[in-house]
Structure formats: structure tokens, C-alpha cells
């Protein structure tokens, strides 16, 4: 079981500065960078805007059913299973990735989606499969079961 307060100060400044930084970078780049909005297509402008939305909306309402349960690291013995946790396992995460996607198609940023794809999205199953080998040993067959009945 990873418990937050065992972890050395090293680890706590990665988890709570630098992985979020992770996050932002792109998003830094992408607004300091020449914009290119749409990639020069107008329609994928409002694509990209609604990608973007649709995963805001996907994460705060994941955010939501989490609750008090909402943490850096698993550490509950309590199993999220109501809201958008009965469809998906990592809402947050998938949020996290369509909004940044859609933001970096509509902005037309080449480099924030590269990134996206060699940065974000593999730090995000490296978290998800890390989280899901602690709540498996934490909760068991509970949570084989919900795995089993969710999508990633």
C-alpha cells in the first residue's frame, strides 16, 4: 500500500509539482507558440474546442464522484463506483488527454500534440497501471470485478 505521508520529500515534490508541470508545459508552449488555429481548417477549430470541452467536462465530473475520495495516490479501502466511475476506471486521466488534444488541434500545435503522444498519454497509463496493481492488492476481487466491468 503507497501511503502519501511515507513518502520522502523527493517524492512528494515529483507527485505534486513536477508531474502537474508535466500537464502544463504543453499547454505553455501552446499558447507561446505561432498559432496555426485548426491546422488551417476551420471546422477542426470547433473540433478541437469540443474535444477540449467534452474531457473539462469529463474530468470535473470525475472529480465530482470522487468526492473525499479524490487523491494523489490510491489510498482508500473505499471503491469508486457511481458517476462516470462506472464507465470508466480513469476518467480524470482520459479528461486530462482530451482536453489537451483538443486544445492542441485547435491551436494547430504540432509540437504540444507529439508531446501529447510521447509525454502525456504514456505517463498516463504508466499512473493508471501503477494505481490499479495498489487498488487491486488493496481491495481484491472488489476491484477485479469492477475492472472487469469498466473501460479503461
Not at 458517476?83 to 486521466?93: E, L, N, Q, S
Not at 508531446?115 to 498519454?121: A, D, N
Request: overall charge positive; some cysteine.
Amino acid at each position: 500500500m503507497i501511503d502519501y505521508k511515507s513518502l520522502h520529500p523527493g517524492q512528494k515534490f515529483f507527485l505534486n509539482i513536477l508531474v502537474p508541470l508535466l500537464y502544463l508545459f504543453p499547454l505553455v508552449f501552446a499558447y507561446l507558440a505561432p498559432k496555426n488555429f485548426g491546422f488551417g481548417i476551420r471546422p477542426l477549430v470547433y473540433v478541437g474546442l469540443s474535444v477540449g470541452a467534452a474531457g473539462v467536462l469529463l474530468w470535473i465530473a470525475a472529480m465530482w464522484s470522487l468526492g473525499s475520495s479524490l487523491a494523489v495516490l490510491p489510498g482508500t479501502n473505499q471503491l469508486v463506483t457511481k458517476g462516470v466511475y462506472r464507465i470508466f476506471r480513469h476518467p480524470i486521466y482520459i479528461g486530462i488527454i482530451l482536453t489537451l488534444t483538443g486544445l492542441f488541434l485547435a491551436c494547430g500545435s504540432v509540437p504540444c500534440l507529439v508531446y501529447m503522444i510521447l509525454v502525456v498519454v504514456p505517463l498516463n497509463i504508466y499512473r493508471a497501471r501503477e494505481e490499479e496493481k495498489v487498488l487491486l492488492e488493496q481491495l481484491g476481487s472488489a476491484y477485479q470485478q469492477y475492472k472487469d466491468s469498466t473501460l479503461f
